[in-house]
């Protein structure tokens, strides 16, 4: 026996004895077969025949129909004979005989005909399923049965497989033809097939060695220039196509690599080395939802996840990891067809497949995705970046995001319907169901859903630190055409999931922000400054826009996740309202700045305030800020321009209750406008060359962490904090000592200031700026607070600067310094620096904002 062997019947006996889901999903499971009968075969074979009248009647999609009651049926085959073997049914046997007889009567078992192909995915899955079921009845089968079972399985699935896929001298297809998935289910059935039959196929051993060598060459594609195709899978272990297609993909492998390890004695196949790396990539792409189960970010087509979830067992078993154990617990439960049964792992204990509050960032570069996961105000917040390329499966949904708040998609994406459904191209697949920006009502080309993607986005860079993480996404590749820049900066923090948007199109037009709020969307009117809330009765988000100032909110009607093939209505969409952020450019050029307030531990929010530049003293900041704002305009067709709305920079504020704060800066400067332009800006009494950068102080007015994105300094009250001759990502943190983290794209020397400067020296910095030379030779004689610990760790001092440096590496490193600031002399505590307009000569808009 190939699949269904004496070892694995007798491991499962052993597992429904032992485990509790084995036994209650078997119970269901035998009841379910034991009432299958000579009537229910009767009434299958009356649902085949009126189907294929109606095809021959009507055409067209009817044939897919069709081919799906078939692939049904010989799962069923399959399911009723691991039954029949189990407890020795002859009655059950003949059950599956009969049922193999009616598929083998179809005229062919190919329902997706073009392109000169004799095979497809409906073959494939046929042609598995009937392969395992033949196998487990053979022994019962009479002379007769046996020839004509087995050349139905050899004229109507193995050849034309082996030959569309693998025959050297006959295929018609190479291993990126038919995409990413097609090759791997089409040869996986061949190979099982081949070995059910190999008495029957000529040159059998050398068919079998083409087989296995090219599943090795599948999961080692590298990708095709020519025809926009990416690598299978990239470093990390992440899949071109969506979780779902992962499934599928493995489905029919995974029963191949049994049989034939089973047949050879070789286990190879089974121990490829991404698929060491495949648990991993399964358990980041999950989230703990609400209703206490798993949750899945449906980007892209991502299907029914529980057809193939026996593939998550196999892994389980194969790489000895028992949280996708706890993977398939929650997301399918128990066991309940063939291949769950025969694949559930013995001897492996059932893990959680999260941990509880867990913190990170999971980055996979193949696939341009992030997760991201923190904690705010003790509810865990999961957000889901993807980015990477658009084609067949991967919808034209480059930069969309979703959020979830303690479970609940409150930023959702809309998902996919059944592929039969005029609403699947017009909408789903569409940027407009995404949460991405589009330009004049464009997004990405949908001739890339055909073509794919040359230029695919990417996840560049992150930051993963307590209390502060950090994502970059950039998705202008797959817009070209329509932008120049396209980079979503994506800030984590305690309080607020802060979403910067850095945009130049093509020419001057309409920019349109694209959310998707689908629990209790409203739009509140009558400020200032409209505010987007969502709620689910029990937690509520707010997103607010601080830039551009000039904006309008648009309602538009749209559509939730709807049903896949089978698993429910499909001819229902659920509809959701989305909402449009409009703001026009007269240069092409504009800054989202989205700010969404996620629940404190007290139960409040932060309080979002703009910044407003008053150094110069010739206007009032407020007045310069508000200037003609035109709040909730209910203009669609009209927006005001946003362009030259801020000279340098855009900052705002965000305001804990207990009086810690959070400066946030975009320096338009930095956006490359200019060729060999200098993007050194200021904004009272910060000066940097930084894109992004925040100031994060605490309730007594003390600075407790700086930070700064694509910057070679930072400097606060002219004190420079961080300096490096590269472009890098710092983040400094002075609590107890200073921790600096940085992410370079290559070996750097970094100088950092080991103390913070004094909360007032902001308002000092505008009456009398001192030059870095004359700091340093304040304090050249004393090094000050934690020098010995930075000599300790290997920092060198510049005494031209005053500053310590070290030679970071490449990518994402840091080091921590612990020592004891000492208290500054003449102030108590409390007193230290209180954060007013006067210390940072810049004010707060509140009126616009709250």
Request: charged content about 25%; hydrophobic content about 40%.
């Amino acid at each position: 026996m190939l699949v269904y062997d004496e070892d694995t019947l007798e491991r499962t006996r052993r597992l429904i004895e032992a485990e509790p889901a084995m036994r209650r999903g078997w119970a269901v499971y035998a009841a379910g077969m034991a009432a299958r009968d000579a009537d229910w075969l009767a009434t299958a074979r009356e649902r085949v025949d009126t189907l294929r009248q109606r095809w021959r009647t009507h055409g067209g999609s009817k044939r897919f129909t069709l081919g799906n009651e078939v692939r049904q049926l010989a799962k069923e085959a399959q399911n009723l004979a691991f039954y029949a073997r189990m407890t020795g049914s002859a009655q059950v046997e003949a059950l599956v005989r009969g049922l193999i007889a009616l598929i083998g009567e179809e005229e062919s078992w190919t329902y997706q005909s073009g392109g000169g192909r004799q095979s497809d995915l409906w073959t494939a899955d046929i042609g598995t399923y009937l392969s395992s079921a033949y196998e487990a009845v053979r022994a019962s089968c009479a002379p007769e049965e046996r020839e004509r079972i087995e050349a139905a399985l050899y004229i109507k699935a193995y050849l034309p497989l082996y030959g569309d896929w693998l025959h050297p001298a006959d295929k018609i297809h190479a291993l990126d033809t038919m995409g990413h998935n097609w090759w791997i289910v089409c040869v996986s059935a061949a190979g099982l097939l081949l070995l059910t039959l190999q008495h029957r196929v000529p040159h059998a051993e050398e068919a079998l060695h083409t087989i296995a060598e090219g599943v090795r060459e599948w999961f080692a594609y590298p990708g095709s220039v020519l025809q926009n195709k990416p690598p299978n899978f990239g470093p990390d272990g992440d899949y071109a196509e969506t979780m779902g297609y992962l499934d599928y993909a493995l489905g029919n492998f995974f029963v191949f690599e049994a049989a034939y390890r089973r047949r050879t004695g070789d286990s190879s196949l089974g121990q490829l080395p991404v698929l060491d790396k495949l648990p991993d990539v399964y358990l980041e792409t999950i989230y703990a939802a609400a209703d206490g189960g798993i949750g899945t970010f449906h980007f892209g087509d991502e299907g029914d996840r529980s057809k193939h979830a026996y593939v998550w067992l196999r892994l389980a078993d194969l790489q000895r990891r028992g949280e996708l154990l706890g993977l398939f617990a929650a997301l399918k439960g128990d066991p309940s067809e063939a291949a769950e049964f025969a694949f559930y792992p013995e001897g492996l204990e059932t893990l959680a497949p999260l941990s509880a509050g867990a913190e990170s960032v999971a980055v996979f570069a193949h696939s341009g995705t992030a997760f991201v996961r923190w904690r705010s105000g003790m509810q865990q917040i999961v957000l889901a970046v993807r980015s990477g390329e658009s084609w067949n499966h991967n919808h034209l949904d480059a930069g969309t995001f979703i959020l979830t708040i303690d479970g609940q998609a409150f930023v959702d994406d809309s998902g996919h319907c059944a592929y039969s459904k005029p609403l699947y191209n017009q909408y789903y697949r569409q940027s407009a169901a995404h949460n991405v920006v589009l330009f004049e009502g464009a997004g990405q080309p949908p001739a890339l859903i055909e073509e794919g993607t040359k230029f695919p986005g990417s996840i560049p860079d992150w930051i993963d630190l307590p209390g502060y993480k950090y994502v970059l996404a950039d998705c202008a590749g797959p817009y070209s055409g329509l932008y120049r820049r396209f980079y979503r900066h994506f800030l984590c923090l305690d309080g607020a999931m802060v979403l910067v948007d850095d945009l130049h199109a093509e020419r001057g037009g309409l920019f349109e922000g694209l959310l998707h709020l689908p629990e209790g969307l409203k739009i509140e009117s009558g400020t200032a400054e409209p505010i987007l809330s969502s709620t689910d009765g029990q937690r509520e988000l707010h997103v607010m826009h601080p830039y551009p100032v000039h904006k309008q909110y648009v309602r538009e009607k749209g559509y939730r996740n709807g049903y896949a093939r089978g698993s429910g209505p499909e001819d229902v969409f659920p509809e959701a309202d989305y909402v449009k952020i409009r703001s026009a450019s007269a240069d092409g050029r504009i800054k989202f700045v989205g700010v969404f307030l996620l629940p404190l531990a007290d139960g409040g929010r932060l309080e979002v305030n703009r910044l407003a530049d008053g150094v110069d003293g010739t206007e009032d900041p407020e007045e310069r800020v508000n200037a003609g704002n035109p709040g909730n305009s209910k203009d669609p067709e009209n927006p005001a321009l946003s362009s030259g709305q801020s000279p340098d920079m855009q900052g705002l504020v965000l305001k804990s209750p207990e009086g810690g704060r959070i400066e946030i800066y975009v320096n338009n400067r930095a956006d490359g406008r200019v060729m060999h332009d200098n993007a050194h800006a200021a904004f009272g009494a910060l000066s940097t060359d930084a894109l992004l950068s925040t100031l994060s102080y605490d309730a007594a007015g003390r600075l407790q962490r700086v930070s700064l994105h694509n910057g070679s300094y930072l400097k606060l009250g002219g004190r420079c904090l961080f300096s490096s001759l590269s472009k890098a990502a710092a983040v400094i943190d002075y609590r107890g000592g200073l921790s600096a983290h940085t992410s370079l794209a290559g070996e750097a020397w970094c100088h950092f200031a080991l103390e913070a400067p004094a909360a007032d020296v902001g308002a000092a910095a505008h009456a009398a700026d001192e030059s870095e030379g004359e700091q340093a030779a304040a304090t050249d004689a004393s090094e000050g607070a934690g020098s010995a610990e930075a000599r300790a760790a290997g920092l060198r001092r510049e005494a031209c600067s005053g500053l310590w440096k070290r030679q970071m590496a490449s990518g994402r490193s840091g080091f921590r310094l612990a020592f004891n600031r000492p208290v500054q002399p003449g102030v108590s505590p409390g007193e230290s620096g209180r954060t007013g307009s006067d210390s940072h000569a810049h004010s707060e808009e509140r009126e616009g904002l709250r």
